[in-house]
C-alpha cells in the first residue's frame, strides 16, 4: 500500500513534534533542519518566521491533529527502521567474521603448501561459504581457486581444503584471424560448402571462411580437425560441420542461421521428383533469414550442447572465435587436470580402504572374542550349576529313603561329568583371532565402505 500525501516520515514527524515541544535547544545542530521545516510551514502544519538568530517555528493547529493522528503509524515504522538496521548490522557482523575465518583458512592453507585437512570442525556447507566469499571478495592468489574433498576421500575423517589452478585465469584469450577469401580450404569447410543445410545461401561465404579460421586456430593449437564421422549422415537435425579432436575427447562444431524471430531453422529443403526419384535442394521459403549466426558446440555422441556463441549487438561471431578457443583450451586443461586429480583420488581411497578393512577385522575379531566370553561365561555358570545340582541329588538320595539311591548317584555322577566336559576352564583359553570372513559379516564394521573394493556405498 502507498503512503498517504499527509504521512510524514520519521524525520518529519520528530521535526514537527520538536517545534510542538517548544523547539528546545541541544537536539538539531547547524540550520539544515530548517530547511525540512520550510516544507512542513508549505504543508501548513507549521508557521515559519524570522533568519538566522530571529528564526522561529510554531505548530499550527493541523499540525497538532496531524501529529496526534500519525504517533502509532510513525512509532511502527520507527520499529521496523530500527529492526531493519539491526538485521543490516548483524548480516555485516556474520560477514566480517565469515571474512576473518576465510582468510585464516586460506593463510593456513597457503602455508601448508596448498592443501590442508581441516577435520571435522567444518562442514561442506561451511567451506563452500569460504570458497564463495574469497572468491567474490578477491582474496585467492593469483590463477587459483581454493576448493574441498573429503579428507583421505572418507567424509567421516572430515574436510580437506586445498588450491587447485584456476584455468579460466591463467589462459589467455588469443588472437585470430578470419581469412578474408577461402584458399584451399579445409575439407570440411568444402563439404560444407556443399551441404546447404541451416545456413542460407547469402551466409555461406562467411560461415564457411569463419569454419575456416576455426581449422586453423585449431590446428595452431595442435587439435586435429576432420569432417564429421559418417554416422551422421542421414540425421539431419544433428549434423554437424566439423569435428575437432582434443587430447581429452571429441567434440563437434554446428553453425547455424538464426531466423528473424531468433530461432533455428532449414535454410533449404530436400526434395524428391515424382517422376525421375532425383534429390533437389531449395531455398527454404519459411524460413525468413536474419544474417545472424549460432555456434553451438557438442561432444560427440551427446546431443546437449557444452558451448554455445551466437552474433549479438556487442560482438559478431568471428569476433568471438578468440574467446571459442579459450573455451577449448579451459576446457582441455580441466580435463588434464581432473584425470590427475582423479588418479590420486582412486590412489588415496585404496590406501583408506585398507585401512578401514583392517580396522574393520580388529572390530569383528572383537565382537567375536566378546561373544566367544559371553558363552564361556554362561557356560562356567551351568557347570557350577550342575554340580551344585549333583551335590544336592546325593544329599537328598542319603536323607530318604524313597529315593532309588543306585540311580540317582549314576544321574549326579553323569551330571558332573557333563559340566566338567561344558566347563569352558577345562578347555583352549585363547583370544580368537579373525583373518578371514564372509563379506556379510565384515561389511557392518566397514563405516560406509564397500567390502568389495574401494568404494563408498
Known amino acids: 500500500m502507498g503512503r498517504s500525501p499527509e504521512d510524514l516520515t520519521v524525520a518529519q514527524y520528530d521535526l514537527l513534534k520538536w517545534v510542538a515541544d517548544g523547539c528546545p535547544d541541544g537536539v538539531y545542530d547547524g540550520t539544515s533542519h530548517r530547511v525540512s521545516a520550510r516544507s512542513l510551514h508549505n504543508r501548513g502544519l507549521m508557521q515559519v518566521a524570522g533568519r538566522s538568530k530571529t528564526w522561529t517555528a510554531k505548530i499550527t493547529p493541523q499540525g497538532t491533529r496531524i501529529l496526534q493522528e500519525q504517533t502509532k503509524r510513525v512509532e511502527a515504522v520507527r520499529q521496523r527502521e530500527r529492526q531493519e538496521a539491526q538485521a543490516r548490522a548483524e548480516r555485516e557482523r556474520e560477514r566480517q567474521l565469515l571474512r576473518a575465518r576465510a582468510v585464516e583458512v586460506l593463510d593456513a592453507v597457503v602455508v601448508a603448501g596448498g592443501r590442508l585437512e581441516l577435520g571435522a570442525d567444518i562442514n561442506d556447507r561451511g567451506i563452500e561459504q569460504i570458497e564463495g566469499f574469497l572468491a567474490r571478495e578477491g582474496l585467492l592468489p593469483v590463477g587459483q581457486r581454493l576448493t574441498h574433498e573429503p579428507t583421505r576421500m572418507d567424509p567421516t575423517l572430515g574436510v580437506t581444503a586445498y588450491l587447485e589452478p584456476d584455468f579460466t585465469a591463467l589462459t589467455p584469450l588469443r588472437d585470430f584471424k578470419i581469412p578474408r577469401q577461402l ?4 575439407p570440411a569447410v568444402v563439404a560444407f560448402q556443399d551441404k546447404r543445410a541451416y545456413v542460407s545461401k547469402k551466409q555461406i561465404p562467411r560461415t564457411a571462411r569463419f569454419l575456416q579460421a576455426i581449422v586453423s586456430a585449431a590446428t595452431e593449437m595442435g587439435w586435429k580437425v576432420s569432417q564429421p564421422r559418417s554416422a551422421y549422415a542421414g540425421h539431419r537435425e544433428v549434423s554437424p560441420d566439423l569435428a575437432l579432436r582434443l587430447p581429452s575427447s571429441e567434440v563437434v562444431v554446428t553453425v547455424r542461421e538464426l531466423d528473424q524471430r531468433g530461432r533455428t531453422g532449414f535454410a533449404f529443403t530436400v526434395g524428391t521428383e515424382y517422376y525421375t526419384r532425383v534429390q533437389t535442394t531449395t531455398a527454404n521459403r519459411g524460413f525468413l533469414a536474419s544474417g545472424r549466426l549460432e555456434l553451438i558446440l557438442t561432444k560427440t555422441w551427446e546431443q546437449q550442447p ?73 557356560r562356567r555358570d551351568a557347570a557350577a550349576a550342575m554340580r551344585k545340582y549333583a551335590d544336592e541329588i546325593d544329599s537328598v538320595t542319603t536323607q530318604s529313603a524313597d529315593v532309588d539311591s543306585e540311580a540317582a548317584h549314576e544321574w549326579a555322577n553323569w551330571i558332573r561329568q557333563h559340566a566338567e566336559a561344558t566347563d569352558p576352564l577345562n578347555g583352549p583359553l585363547h583370544i580368537v583371532q579373525v583373518t578371514s570372513c564372509s563379506h556379510e559379516e565384515l561389511q557392518p564394521h566397514m563405516n560406509g565402505w564397500s567390502t568389495y573394493g574401494p568404494h563408498r556405498r
Not at 584458399?183 to 579445409?186: E, I, V
Not at 556487442?314 to 586443461?333: D, G, V, W
Open 183 to 186: 584458399r584451399d580450404p579445409h
Open 306 to 378: 557444452i558451448l554455445s556463441l551466437r552474433d549479438t549487438g556487442e560482438a559478431t561471431l568471428e569476433e568471438q572465435l578468440p574467446t571459442f578457443i579459450q573455451r577449448l583450451e579451459i576446457f582441455e586443461a580441466g580435463a588434464h587436470w581432473a584425470r590427475g586429480e582423479e588418479a590420486r583420488r582412486a590412489d588415496s581411497r585404496k590406501v583408506r580402504w585398507r585401512e578401514v578393512r583392517k580396522e574393520a577385522f580388529v572390530a569383528l575379531t572383537q565382537q567375536r572374542n566378546a561373544e566367544k566370553l559371553r558363552d564361556e561365561l554362561t
